[in-house]
């Protein structure tokens, strides 16, 4: 969308970001008000401008600012999260990592982990299998609905075992 603003409304990015910086405005609705009734700006460039403004899609942030916004107030996890970040990362050179809002995705040809500080005092790691018997600390998806099969709870870096490093190694195989 970028690539083609200045074309469709007349002015870039930064252009837009200035306007909407001189009126003052908190919400995205009322910037989408504004730009669609002042300009006449589609609903979608409207929408666009207003996340780009108020940097609130993902696409904004760096990788990092995302990770590290999951962990304020969770600062305990951080090891953890780097940790299973390197299990992860030794799968493979084709391991992809996707920063989200709350959670970081693992994929593969599809997502085969998923790790989220779920509280200020554990981790979620969700992990696909297609069809694997739930059983220990390998229990049901629970919060990650079809996202992920397995969910294991961690609240220490110990718990990032053999069992686990090991499970991990499994999701990875069958994503492949």
């Known amino acids: 969308?970028?690539?083609n603003l200045k074309d469709k409304?007349?002015?870039?990015?930064?252009?837009?970001?200035?306007i909407l910086a001189q009126q003052g405005f908190v919400k995205h609705g009322e910037m989408m008000k504004y730009l669609k009734g002042e300009y006449g700006v589609s609903h979608g460039f409207a929408n666009f401008i207003a996340l780009k403004y108020r940097e609130?899609?993902?696409?904004?942030?760096?990788a990092g600012d995302l990770v590290d916004t999951q962990y304020q107030g969770k600062e305990a996890l951080r090891p953890?999260?780097?940790k299973l970040k390197?299990?992860?990362?030794?799968?493979?050179?084709?391991?992809?990592?996707?920063?989200?809002?709350?959670a970081v995705s693992f994929r593969r040809k599809r997502q085969f982990a998923l790790v989220q500080p779920t509280t200020k005092t554990r981790i979620d790691l969700g992990l696909k299998f297609n069809d694997r018997p739930?059983?220990?600390r390998l229990e049901t998806s629970g919060p990650f609905g079809s996202m992920c099969s397995h969910r294991v709870q961690l609240t220490g870096l110990d718990q990032v075992d053999e069992e686990i490093i090991e499970a991990i190694r499994a999701a990875y195989s069958e994503a492949g």
Do not use: C, N, Q, R
């Not at 390197?86 to 709350?102: C, F, H, N, R, Y």
């Open 1 to 3: 969308m970028e690539a």
């Open 9 to 18: 409304t007349g002015k870039d990015l930064s252009e837009w970001k200035a």
């Open 56 to 62: 609130a899609d993902a696409g904004s942030h760096a």
């Open 80 to 82: 953890i999260y780097e």
């Open 86 to 102: 390197a299990v992860l990362e030794a799968l493979g050179s084709d391991v992809k990592i996707a920063p989200k809002k709350t």
């Open 134 to 136: 739930h059983a220990g």
